[in-house]
C-alpha cells in the first residue's frame, strides 16, 4: 500500500499537537512549549509506525489497533525515562496516547490512501 506519507506525518502531528494543547491552561507547568513539541513528535512517529505497517487490505479495527498499540509503546517509554514525578502522570498521558493512537490509525488508514 502506498501511503501518502506527508499527509500521515500532518495527520499525527495535527492530532498530537492538538491532544497537548490542555497544557496550555496549567499554571504550574513550565516549557510548555517543549512538552508540546514532544508530543508533535511522538505523534509523527505513531503515524509513520502505522503508515508502515498497514496495508491495503487491513480493516479500521485493525489499523485502529496498531494505533492503540504504538501510541502506547511511545508514551510508556516517556513515561519509563523519567524519575517517579512523571510516573504519578502515567494514569493521565497512556489513556490519551491510547486515543491518539486510534485517531491516527484510522484516519492515515482512511484519508492517506
Not at 490542555?22 to 504550574?28: A, E, G, R, V
Not at 496498531?66 to 519509563?80: D, E, H, K, M, N
Not at 497512556?94 to 490509525?105: D, E, N
Amino acid at each position: 500500500m502506498s501511503v501518502n506519507l506527508p499527509f500521515a506525518i500532518a495527520v499525527g502531528a495535527g492530532v498530537c499537537c492538538l491532544g497537548s494543547l490542555p497544557i496550555l491552561f496549567d499554571k504550574h507547568v513550565p516549557s510548555k512549549a517543549n512538552i508540546i513539541a514532544a508530543t508533535t513528535l511522538r505523534g509523527v512517529l505513531v503515524a509513520l509506525l502505522v503508515a508502515f505497517s498497514i496495508t491495503a487490505q487491513t480493516s479500521w479495527t485493525t489499523a485502529a489497533g496498531y494505533g492503540v498499540l504504538y501510541g502506547l509503546l511511545s508514551a510508556t517509554v516517556v513515561v519509563l525515562s523519567k524519575d517517579s514525578k512523571l510516573l504519578m502522570h502515567a494514569k493521565y498521558m497512556l489513556p490519551s496516547a491510547a486515543i491518539t493512537g486510534v485517531l491516527i490509525g484510522v484516519l492515515i488508514l482512511k484519508l492517506a490512501n
